[in-house]
C-alpha cells in the first residue's frame, strides 16, 4: 500500500507528504479549524473521512487512538448533518447525569466502613494530631520534610458533594472505584510487581512517609476523603480542583487501576495509563490502567512543564516509590495550593506517547 493509502489509516499519525504525494492531500483539514498544518496530528474519521486535530476535539485527546476512530457525528445517532454542525459538536460535549447526592448510595458506592457523619461526629485522630503539631515545623528544609497525609473537610456534607463528584465521573466512564492496585486473571500478576527490576532503580519511601500513605488510605475507608472536587469542563473533560488549601508536599492520592504488561497494552487507546515499573527487561515493564477501576487521580490532568505557562499551572509531581519491595506511584503537592485551584502534574516523562504541549 503506498504512502497515499497510509494516510487513509486513521489508526496512524500522518507523515509529511512526499512532494509527489501533496497534490493528493492538500485537501486533507481540520473540520473544526480548518487548517492542514500538524499533518502528525491530524486524523481522519473511519465514518466519514473528515479530518480532525486531535487538539480540536473536545474533550482533547492526548495522541492519535491506535484502533478505529470515528468523530462525534459519526458517533451520534442523530441524521447526519453538514460540517459546520459537524465542527460544533466537535467543540461541544454533553455534561455527565449527576450521581445522587444521597448518603447511603454514596456510603455503598465506596464502600465506606462507616458512614461520613459517624467520622464526622467523631473527627479524625490523625488531624486532631497534625492540629496539635507546633509551627515551627514548617521551617525544616524542603529535603527534610517528610510527606503530609490531605486534611479533610470537615463538614461532613462537603465530603459527600466532593463523594458524588468522583462517583458521577466514574459511572460516567464506565468504572468502579478502587484506591488499590488491583490483578486481575490474563494480566500481570502482583509477583511481577518488583520495584528492584526498575531500570537504574527505584527510590525507596521512608518508613514515616509510608505510615503516612496508610493514613490516608484508612482516612478514605472511613469516608474522609480527599478535599477534591472532580468537575466537567468542555475543553478539557474531566478534571480535578481543590476545595479547601492544601499544603505543599500533601499526599493528594495513589495512582490506582489494574496492572498489566506495558507489552499488551502498546496498541492501547486507553489515555491515562500511567507507568509503573521501567524495567531493564522491556518484557517485564508495567503500566496501571485505570480504565475499569480506579480511584480520582484518573481524573487530574496532565501538564507540559516545558512552557512557562505549563510551569506555573502544575502543583503537582508525580512520583514513583519502592514500598516493601513493590513499585506504587504517588502524586503529591509541589507548592501550596490554593481553593479552587485546578489540579496539574507532568506528563513530560513519557513526552513521546502525550503531546502534552496542546494541554496548556
Given at each position: 500500500m503506498g504512502a497515499a493509502g497510509?494516510?487513509?489509516?486513521?489508526?496512524?499519525?500522518?507523515?509529511?507528504?512526499?512532494?509527489?504525494?501533496?497534490?493528493?492531500?492538500?485537501?486533507?483539514?481540520?473540520?473544526?479549524?480548518?487548517?492542514?498544518?500538524?499533518?502528525?496530528?491530524?486524523?481522519?474519521?473511519?465514518?466519514c473521512d473528515r479530518g480532525f486535530h486531535i487538539f480540536c476535539l473536545r474533550p482533547i485527546l492526548p495522541r492519535v487512538p491506535a484502533g478505529d476512530w470515528f468523530c462525534p457525528s459519526c458517533r451520534s445517532p442523530a441524521p447526519a448533518r453538514s460540517k459546520s454542525a459537524a465542527a460544533s459538536s466537535a467543540a461541544t460535549a454533553r455534561k455527565p447525569k449527576q450521581f445522587p447526592l444521597v448518603q447511603t448510595k454514596i456510603v455503598d458506592f465506596f464502600k465506606i466502613q462507616r458512614s461520613p457523619l459517624a467520622a464526622a461526629s467523631t473527627g479524625s485522630s490523625e488531624a486532631k494530631k497534625r492540629k496539635r503539631k507546633p509551627a515551627g515545623a514548617l521551617v525544616v528544609s524542603k529535603k527534610k520534610r517528610k510527606l503530609l497525609p490531605f486534611n479533610p473537610s470537615e463538614d461532613p456534607a462537603q465530603r459527600l458533594r466532593q463523594m458524588a463528584s468522583l462517583a458521577t465521573a466514574l459511572t460516567a466512564t464506565g468504572a468502579v472505584f478502587s484506591n488499590h492496585l488491583t490483578y486481575q486473571p490474563g494480566m500481570a500478576p502482583r509477583s511481577a510487581n518488583r520495584a528492584a527490576l526498575e531500570a537504574g532503580g527505584m527510590q525507596v519511601l521512608p518508613k514515616e512517609d509510608v505510615e503516612t500513605l496508610s493514613q490516608c488510605q484508612r482516612m478514605m475507608e472511613r469516608g474522609e476523603c480527599p478535599p477534591l472536587l472532580v468537575v466537567y469542563d468542555p475543553v478539557e473533560g474531566f478534571t480535578v480542583e481543590a476545595d479547601r488549601f492544601i499544603r505543599d508536599l500533601t499526599i493528594i492520592t495513589e495512582y490506582v487501576g489494574d496492572v498489566d504488561y506495558l507489552r499488551?497494552?502498546?496498541?492501547?487507546?486507553?489515555?491515562?495509563?500511567?507507568?509503573?515499573?521501567?524495567?531493564?527487561?522491556?518484557?517485564?515493564?508495567?503500566?496501571?490502567?485505570?480504565?475499569?477501576?480506579?480511584?480520582?487521580?484518573?481524573?487530574?490532568?496532565?501538564?507540559?512543564?516545558?512552557?512557562?505557562?505549563?510551569?506555573k499551572k502544575q502543583n503537582l509531581k508525580c512520583v514513583r516509590f519502592d514500598v516493601a519491595g513493590e513499585c506504587r506511584v504517588l502524586l503529591v503537592a509541589n507548592r501550596d495550593i490554593s481553593k479552587g485551584e485546578r489540579l496539574y502534574y507532568d506528563y513530560n516523562g513519557s513526552e513521546h506517547e502525550y503531546p502534552t504541549h496542546h494541554f496548556v
Amino acid at each position: 500500500m503506498g504512502a497515499a493509502g497510509q494516510l487513509r489509516r486513521r489508526t496512524r499519525a500522518r507523515t509529511p507528504p512526499s512532494r509527489a504525494e501533496s497534490r493528493d492531500d492538500d485537501d486533507v483539514s481540520c473540520e473544526a479549524c480548518g487548517s492542514g498544518d500538524a499533518a502528525a496530528e491530524l486524523m481522519l474519521c473511519d465514518g466519514c473521512d473528515r479530518g480532525f486535530h486531535i487538539f480540536c476535539l473536545r474533550p482533547i485527546l492526548p495522541r492519535v487512538p491506535a484502533g478505529d476512530w470515528f468523530c462525534p457525528s459519526c458517533r451520534s445517532p442523530a441524521p447526519a448533518r453538514s460540517k459546520s454542525a459537524a465542527a460544533s459538536s466537535a467543540a461541544t460535549a454533553r455534561k455527565p447525569k449527576q450521581f445522587p447526592l444521597v448518603q447511603t448510595k454514596i456510603v455503598d458506592f465506596f464502600k465506606i466502613q462507616r458512614s461520613p457523619l459517624a467520622a464526622a461526629s467523631t473527627g479524625s485522630s490523625e488531624a486532631k494530631k497534625r492540629k496539635r503539631k507546633p509551627a515551627g515545623a514548617l521551617v525544616v528544609s524542603k529535603k527534610k520534610r517528610k510527606l503530609l497525609p490531605f486534611n479533610p473537610s470537615e463538614d461532613p456534607a462537603q465530603r459527600l458533594r466532593q463523594m458524588a463528584s468522583l462517583a458521577t465521573a466514574l459511572t460516567a466512564t464506565g468504572a468502579v472505584f478502587s484506591n488499590h492496585l488491583t490483578y486481575q486473571p490474563g494480566m500481570a500478576p502482583r509477583s511481577a510487581n518488583r520495584a528492584a527490576l526498575e531500570a537504574g532503580g527505584m527510590q525507596v519511601l521512608p518508613k514515616e512517609d509510608v505510615e503516612t500513605l496508610s493514613q490516608c488510605q484508612r482516612m478514605m475507608e472511613r469516608g474522609e476523603c480527599p478535599p477534591l472536587l472532580v468537575v466537567y469542563d468542555p475543553v478539557e473533560g474531566f478534571t480535578v480542583e481543590a476545595d479547601r488549601f492544601i499544603r505543599d508536599l500533601t499526599i493528594i492520592t495513589e495512582y490506582v487501576g489494574d496492572v498489566d504488561y506495558l507489552r499488551n497494552r502498546e496498541h492501547d487507546d486507553g489515555d491515562s495509563m500511567m507507568t509503573l515499573l521501567s524495567a531493564s527487561a522491556p518484557s517485564r515493564s508495567l503500566v496501571i490502567c485505570p480504565d475499569r477501576r480506579s480511584n480520582i487521580a484518573r481524573f487530574i490532568n496532565g501538564i507540559n512543564n516545558h512552557t512557562p505557562e505549563g510551569r506555573k499551572k502544575q502543583n503537582l509531581k508525580c512520583v514513583r516509590f519502592d514500598v516493601a519491595g513493590e513499585c506504587r506511584v504517588l502524586l503529591v503537592a509541589n507548592r501550596d495550593i490554593s481553593k479552587g485551584e485546578r489540579l496539574y502534574y507532568d506528563y513530560n516523562g513519557s513526552e513521546h506517547e502525550y503531546p502534552t504541549h496542546h494541554f496548556v
